[in-house]
């Protein structure tokens, strides 16, 4: 629509890499455009396939419309290019919740991370007339960071003079929906909406404002709060559509459907061989007591650690494997020569590990090995122990067991079912355990493709081939990694099942999106979370589907609860019910962190 003569002729589209890919092959075929996204510093990769080089990203930078990644765009020396290049009609940002303050202080206001920087220049510099921040799941942990969001588009005095106006503003409108505002609090909002030069017309004077918050009767008021919601930057900027839109849109008769209803349910699995609660025990421990000496020796060595934990849960091979890794690498430092091994980390996990060090990039190792030989020999012998122990189940596996059964279930009326692990090693694991059975009918999507068994062999596919073959109803297990949880349409599925839960609550929505989408045909969604019996992982998920409704509803407001259920998952902050109902309550209590998520 902007295109068509309403004044955009150059575009730049700032999206996460993981799906430049996908925004190019929709834009083609949902809106017939044929953008170019940009791979490196000056290639251009048409839709068709077609590569064309140019000079130098300044050269790139040129075209009328480019789809260009945003972690590539924020780098510093990126930047600055972007900034100097002509100036665009509109630049569109997606995930936009990711850009944010580099400290998450109420008056840091000044400090941002790099996407929030790229975002202020173009603005304060005039380089873009227009922008378009898009977040499908806003995950925002502070009530200021919309505002900062709302700055970057144009907003100033009188909402960002303090954030004390803002909380004023909104906490005021949230009381008023029950008693009268106070004469001095209402002189407030009649000053803040005086000096925004935009603020709609209301229907009573400034000068009456605050008078008629004040004696208005509970319906007068109710329909003033609303005027004052609305026409607040927050109300003026924010365009939010949620399920309850769909359900609206369905009762007028515009959409044949309303959005389907998940139904949840929790499997839960013990260990039927008591070898199994051995290895899962001693790799507690282990965990446990290398943490602390790992973190002794270098802050943030050990939240590398971590990862095997999650690992154990999850299948015998992702832990075998990571295991045999970790043994590679102990025998290397044990004979004195230097550990050139990296950890193998999947995205995901360096990302949470990121997350856990405050936000900060976590650093680098080369690896979480132990510098000194004696205690790569000590660690060597547990390492040891522990694979004769998972040796000695001999393929046992209490988990798959109960899997299996959960999928009958899932799927006992023909849908197709999804099954997510964390981790490549078990997806792996889980599509051979299955091919027996499903032959052709089970595939299997990661980080590096997707695979389907096809004339006696595995064979790589492309993410459409993927959807296509779902559609048509090829495939009737789609096993994957978290990779497929962004950019794959999968609404031909209607079951869905957790294998393992994510250490990162929030990637919880982005699975279930996946299936939960427009275009679903099943009135209702099966969703299935395998957990351990009496495990941290229980209980955590418990008081989150309890206090947040984590798998019906999932809202960004929840974001401060699910930083702390992170830890709690990881080992690394003891299990508390009672802080996390408390983080969990806190949101309903406030009012400026409600204002984000009006519908």
């Known amino acids: 629509r902007l295109l068509a003569g309403r004044g955009v002729r150059r575009a730049l ?20 455009l044929l953008v170019p996204r940009l791979e490196g510093q000056s290639t251009l990769v048409w839709p068709d396939g077609y590569e064309e080089q140019t000079l130098d990203l300044a050269t790139a930078l040129r075209q009328p419309l480019l789809l260009m990644s945003r972690e590539m765009a924020r780098l510093e020396q990126n930047a600055s290019v972007v900034l100097a290049a002509p100036a665009w009609d509109l630049v569109l940002l997606d995930e936009a919740h990711a850009a944010r303050r580099a400290s998450q202080v109420e008056t840091e206001f000044n400090s941002a991370t790099l996407l929030l920087e790229l975002l202020r220049q173009l603005q304060l510099r005039g380089r873009a007339r227009g922008l378009l921040l898009l977040s499908a799941t806003p995950m925002q942990t502070h009530p200021w960071e919309p505002w900062d969001l709302l700055a970057v588009l144009g907003e100033g005095a009188p909402w960002m003079s303090d954030f004390g106006v803002v909380r004023n503003y909104y906490e005021s409108l949230a009381a008023a929906q029950d008693v009268p505002v106070p004469m001095d609090r209402g002189r407030a909002i009649a000053a803040t909406v005086t000096e925004d030069g935009a603020f709609p017309q209301l229907p009573v004077t400034t000068a009456e404002l605050a008078t008629k918050l004040f004696v208005a009767g509970r319906e007068g008021r109710h329909k003033l709060v609303g005027l004052l919601r609305d026409g607040a930057p927050l109300g003026r900027r924010m365009h939010r559509n949620t399920r309850q839109t769909l359900r609206m849109y ?11 209803t998940r139904k949840i349910q929790d499997v839960r699995y013990e260990f039927t061989n008591p070898d199994e609660r051995a290895l899962y025990d001693g790799i507690q421990s282990y965990v446990e007591r290398r943490f602390q000496e790992l973190e002794a020796e270098r802050p ?4 590398v650690m971590t990862v095997y934990r999650r690992r154990a849960a999850s299948s015998p091979l992702a832990l075998r494997r990571s295991l045999e890794r970790r043994k590679q690498g102990l025998e290397t430092v044990a004979r004195g020569a230097a550990a050139n091994t990296a950890d193998e980390l999947d995205t995901s996990d360096q990302q949470d590990i990121d997350e856990m060090m405050g936000g900060a990039p976590a650093p680098r190792f080369a690896s ?77 999507y990661t980080g590096d493709g997707g695979l389907v068994f096809d004339d006696g062999r ?3 596919v492309t993410k459409q081939e993927i959807t296509e073959r779902l559609s048509a109803r090829k495939i009737r297990v789609l096993v994957c990694s978290d990779a497929a949880s962004e950019g794959l349409n999968l609404q031909t599925a209607g079951a869905l099942i957790n294998y393992d839960l994510p250490w990162n609550p929030a990637r919880v929505e982005q699975r279930i999106g996946r299936i939960d989408r427009i275009g679903q045909l099943a009135t209702d969604l099966r969703i299935v979370n395998l957990v351990l019996a009496d495990s941290v992982d229980e209980r955590v998920y418990q008081v989150l589907s309890l206090r947040c409704d984590l798998f019906q509803s999932y809202v960004g407001a929840m974001q401060p609860v699910l930083s702390i259920a992170r830890r709690m998952l990881l080992g690394v902050k003891p299990f508390s019910a009672a802080e996390l109902t408390a983080e969990a309550n806190r949101p309903a209590a406030d009012a400026l962190a409600n204002a984000r998520f009006q519908g």
Do not use: N
């Open 368 to 444: 979480s090995l132990p510098d000194d030989p004696v205690v790569a020999r000590q660690e060597l012998r547990d390492v040891q122990r522990l694979l004769d122990l998972l040796t000695g189940l001999g393929g046992a596996d209490s988990k798959l067991e109960q899997f299996v059964g959960a999928l009958h279930h899932a799927t006992d009326d023909g849908r197709a079912c999804l099954v997510f692990s964390e981790f490549t090693d078990t997806v792996e694991y889980l599509r051979d355990a299955l091919f027996p059975s499903l032959g052709a009918g089970v595939a299997c």
């Open 250 to 260: 369905h009762q007028l008769g515009l959409i044949a459907r309303p959005p389907a």
């Open 13 to 32: 589209l700032l999206v996460p890499a993981g799906i430049l890919r996908q925004w190019q092959e929709e834009l083609r075929e949902k809106g017939g």
């Open 458 to 460: 595995w064979r790589h």
């Open 300 to 303: 943030g060595k050990g939240f």
